[in-house]
Nanobody
Framework: QVRLGESGGGLVPSGGSLELSCTTSGLQFSLNTMTWYRQTPYSTREWVGTITPGGGATYADSVKGRFTISRDNSRSTLYLQMNNLKPEDTALYFC?????????RGQGTQVTVSS
């Protein structure tokens, strides 16, 4: 069974930084493309960025230059380094992997950026 668990969220002031982690089990992590998403109570799920098994990453325009996705295949863990955070980054962040066309995701970790 695929399991994903996010951690590292919290309350930070505008301009601050956070690093989120996503631990995984039940999948061949090193072979899978992994994605970070975020969602607020008032919006649909927003794509944040994706990293390939080889480490190549792409980002949404809203976070490009501020967020960095990385992975540690030896630990089956995905990371999201977030710098220069803005109030509009406030959301529930979760990691996901698409398996047989279905997005498997964790419970998410809340990030709140105060102005």
């Amino acid at each position: 069974q695929v399991r994903l668990g996010e951690s590292g969220g919290g309350l930070v002031p505008s301009g601050g930084s956070l690093e989120l982690s996503c631990t995984t089990s039940g999948l061949q992590f090193s072979l899978n493309t992994m994605t970070w998403y975020r969602q607020t109570p008032y919006s649909t799920r927003e794509w944040v960025g994706t990293i390939t098994p080889g480490g190549g990453a792409t980002y949404a325009d809203s976070v490009k230059g501020r967020f960095t996705i990385s992975r540690d295949n030896s630990r089956s863990t995905l990371y999201l380094q977030m710098n220069n955070l803005k109030p509009e980054d406030t959301a529930l962040y979760f990691c996901g992997v698409t398996i047989w066309g279905e997005i498997k995701r964790g419970q998410g970790t809340q990030v709140t950026v105060s102005s």
